[in-house]
C-alpha cells in the first residue's frame, strides 16, 4: 500500500468538500439547520488547526509570527455552536463535512511527523516545512478551504435568515454572518498576496516521515513459543489427543485473564495519553472503547476462573504448562511497570509511540482466545461426561455426603459452560473491533508517526486513524 | 462467603505442627480465595493475583504428591469480600504461615524426596506471594 502524499489528502478533502457543497441544503426546521452547524464544526476546527499549523510547524522556540497569518488563526478560533453545545453536539462522523475535516487533519498530521517533540528536525524535508514558503503554501491551504467554507456559511445563514426560525438558530446563524465575514476577509489577504502568485509546490509530493526505529520494547522471544505451545496443547486436549484435568482448565483461564488484562491495561494508558495530549475526541474514544471491550473481555475470563476455582480432580494431566503459563505472564509483566498499580494509566507509559507498540506487542496474543476458550470448554464437557470434576463436598447445600469430594453438580456444570461462552463471545467481539486487519494497519502506522510529533500539532493526531475507521 | 478471619484463622491454624495435608489445605484456602478475586470487578485486572494462583496451583501439586491422605477439608469458600486488598493481605498472610510450615516439614523430613517436594512448594509460595504484592498499593 502507497502512503499517501501532503498533496493527495489536501485534493481529497477539497474534493470531499466540494461533494458536501453540492448537496441541497435542507433548512426547513431548526433541527436541520442544527444539523448542519454541527457538521460544519468539525470543519472549522480543522482548518483552524491548519492555520495554527502554518503559524509555527516547527514548534520553533524563536519563531517569526506572520500577521496574516495570525489574523485567520484568529478568525478561525471562535465556535459557530453556542457554548454549551460546543462539546455535547454531536460531530456527525459520517457525514462529507466531518470527512473533508478528517482529510485535512490527516494532511497535518503528515507534516508533523517530520518533527521531533521538541521541533528537532527528523528529516531533510522538515526544512520546508519551517521555510517561509513553505509556511506560506500551508496558509494558503488553510485560507482556501476557510474562504470556501465561509462562502457556504453565509450563504446558508443568508437563507435561514429569511425562513421562521427559533431565536436559537438566528442567533447561531448570524455567528455565522459575523465570524463567516471575519474569516473572508482576511483569507482574501491571504490569497491575496502578491507572493501567492508564484504558487510554489513545496509540499504537495511530501510524505509522511519514515518510521523511526525504536529499541523493542521487550524481549518476547521466549514467550510467543510458549503461548504457541499452550495453543497446541489445549487444542490436543479439545480433541482428546491429550488428558485435560481441572488444574489446566483454570490454567488456560488465567492464561486468558492475564493476556486480556495485560492488553486492556496497555489500551486505557494510550486512551490516557491521548486525552492528555488532547487528541481528536474521536480518536481517544476510538483508545477508550477498546480499552473497555477489553476489560469486558477480562471480566468474563476472570469469572470463567472464579467458577473453576473450586473443581478439582485426580490430577495426572500435564504439568508443563505451568511454566508456560508463568513465562507469558512474567514477560508480560516486565512489559509495563510492575507497580502499574500505583500510577494512573497517563504515567504508565512514556509515551503514545510507547504505548502503542505494547498494544502491536500484545495484540499478537489476544486472537488465540476465542479458540482456547472453546477448546477448554470442550475438554470441560469430557471431563463432566466422565466424572472427572469435583467438588469438595463441604461447599455444596446439603453437604451429608460421606466422602470429602464429589462429582460437580450439573447446575455448578452449566454455570462453567456458560462462563466458557461469554469469555469466548467477548473476547471475540472486542477482537473483531480490535483487529479489522484493513484499518489497523493505517492506524498503527499513523499513530506511531504522529505520537512523536510535537505536542502543539498532536490535535491531529488520530484524524487519520478515524478517517481510516470511518472509511 | 468466606471472611477475612477464616483466612487468618486458617493461618493460625498451621501453628505449629502442621504437615503437609493441613498446608495443602491452606494453599487450597489461599488459591481458591486469590481465584475467585478474578471474578470480581475491579478497577483494574488483577494481574498479580493472575500469577500467583498459577504459582499457588503448583503448589498445591507438589504438596498433594507428598500425601495421599485426605487431609483437611477446606472451608466453605465461595465467594470472598470485595475488598481485594483485604484479601490479598489475609491470602498473603496465610501463604507466610503456610510457607514456614512447610519449611518445618523439610526440617522433620525423612527422605530427600519428600524434603525436594517441600523445597518446590515453598518456592511456588513465595512466587505467589511476590506476585500478590505487585497487586498492592
Request: charged share 25%.
Amino acid at each position: 500500500m502507497t502512503e499517501p502524499t501532503y498533496g493527495e489528502l489536501i485534493d481529497r478533502a477539497g474534493m470531499t468538500m466540494a461533494h458536501a457543497m453540492s448537496k441541497a441544503i435542507d433548512t426547513n426546521g431548526d433541527v436541520q439547520v442544527m444539523a448542519l452547524a454541527h457538521r460544519l464544526e468539525p470543519l472549522r476546527r480543522a482548518i483552524c488547526r491548519h492555520a495554527e499549523l502554518a503559524l509555527d510547524p516547527g514548534h520553533s522556540p524563536n519563531n517569526c509570527r506572520d500577521v496574516s497569518t495570525d489574523a485567520l488563526a484568529a478568525a478561525l478560533r471562535p465556535s459557530w455552536l453556542p457554548g454549551r453545545e460546543e462539546n455535547g453536539g454531536s460531530n456527525e462522523p459520517d457525514s462529507a463535512w466531518a470527512q473533508a475535516g478528517r482529510y485535512l487533519g490527516a494532511a497535518g498530521d503528515l507534516l508533523a511527523t517530520h518533527f521531533g517533540p521538541h521541533g528537532r528536525h527528523l528529516t531533510d524535508d522538515a526544512a520546508r516545512l519551517v521555510d517561509a514558503e513553505g509556511r506560506r503554501e500551508l496558509l494558503r491551504d488553510a485560507a482556501r478551504f476557510a474562504d470556501t467554507m465561509a462562502e457556504y456559511a453565509i450563504h446558508v445563514a443568508g437563507r435561514v435568515a429569511d425562513e421562521p426560525h427559533g431565536e436559537g438558530v438566528h442567533s447561531v446563524v448570524a455567528a455565522w454572518f459575523e465570524h463567516g465575514g471575519d474569516i473572508r476577509s482576511t483569507a482574501y489577504a491571504v490569497l491575496n498576496d502578491t507572493d501567492a502568485a508564484r504558487e510554489p509546490d513545496l509540499l504537495g509530493a511530501l510524505g509522511p516521515a519514515p518510521l523511526l526505529r525504536r529499541e523493542p520494547v521487550a524481549d518476547l522471544e521466549d514467550a510467543f513459543p510458549a503461548y504457541n505451545r499452550l495453543r497446541r496443547l489445549s487444542h490436543a486436549q479439545a480433541v482428546g489427543d491429550i488428558r485435560a484435568d481441572a488444574n489446566a482448565l483454570r490454567g488456560f483461564a488465567v492464561l486468558g485473564y492475564t493476556i486480556t488484562g495485560y492488553a486492556n491495561v496497555v489500551h486505557a494508558a494510550a486512551a490516557a495519553q491521548a486525552t492528555a495530549l488532547g487528541l481528536d475526541k474521536g480518536g481517544c474514544e476510538h483508545h477508550r472503547g477498546d480499552a473497555d471491550r477489553l476489560k469486558q473481555a477480562n471480566a468474563t475470563w476472570g469469572q470463567l476462573h472464579a467458577a473453576l476455582a473450586c473443581v478439582r480432580d485426580a490430577g495426572g494431566g500435564p504439568v508443563g504448562w505451568r511454566d508456560d503459563v508463568l513465562g507469558i505472564q512474567d514477560q508480560l509483566g516486565r512489559l509495563i511497570r510492575q507497580d502499574h498499580r500505583l500510577r494512573p494509566p497517563a504515567e504508565l507509559m512514556p509515551d503514545l509511540v510507547t504505548a502503542r507498540s505494547l498494544i502491536n506487542v500484545i495484540d499478537r496474543f489476544t486472537p488465540g482466545l476465542p479458540g482456547i476458550a472453546t477448546g477448554q470448554r470442550d475438554c470441560a464437557r469430557r471431563l463432566y461426561r466422565r466424572g472427572q470434576l469435583h467438588v469438595p463436598t463441604c461447599q455444596l447445600e446439603s453437604a451429608d455426603i460421606p466422602r470429602p469430594y464429589t462429582t460437580i453438580p450439573g447446575p455448578r456444570f452449566d454455570e462453567m459452560l456458560a462462563a466458557y461462552s461469554a469469555a469466548s463471545d467477548v473476547t471475540r467481539d472486542a477482537l473483531e473491533e480490535l483487529a479489522r486487519p484493513d484499518v489497523r494497519r493505517d492506524v498503527r502506522s499513523t499513530d506511531a508517526r504522529l505520537a512523536i510529533a510535537q505536542p502543539r500539532t498532536r490535535p491531529h493526531a488520530l484524524a487519520a486513524e478515524t478517517s481510516a475507521v470511518a472509511r | 462467603m468466606i471472611d477475612i478471619s477464616d483466612l487468618t484463622g486458617a493461618a493460625a491454624a498451621l501453628e505449629p505442627t502442621a504437615g503437609p495435608a493441613i498446608a495443602r489445605a491452606a494453599v487450597d484456602v489461599a488459591c481458591t480465595a486469590t481465584g475467585l478475586l478474578l471474578g470480581q470487578s475491579h478497577d483494574v485486572p488483577l494481574l498479580g493475583c493472575s500469577a500467583a494462583v498459577v504459582s499457588l496451583d503448583a503448589a498445591y501439586a507438589e504438596l498433594r504428591l507428598l500425601d495421599d491422605t485426605d487431609g483437611e477439608r477446606p472451608p466453605l469458600i465461595r465467594e470472598v469480600p470485595d475488598d481485594a486488598v483485604a484479601v490479598i493481605t489475609a491470602v498473603l498472610g496465610l501463604i507466610s504461615a503456610t510457607a514456614d510450615a512447610v519449611r518445618r516439614v523439610i526440617g522433620d523430613a525423612q527422605d530427600g524426596e519428600t524434603a525436594l517436594g517441600c523445597a518446590r512448594a515453598v518456592v511456588q509460595l513465595e512466587m505467589a506471594a511476590r506476585f500478590l504484592r505487585d497487586d498492592l498499593p
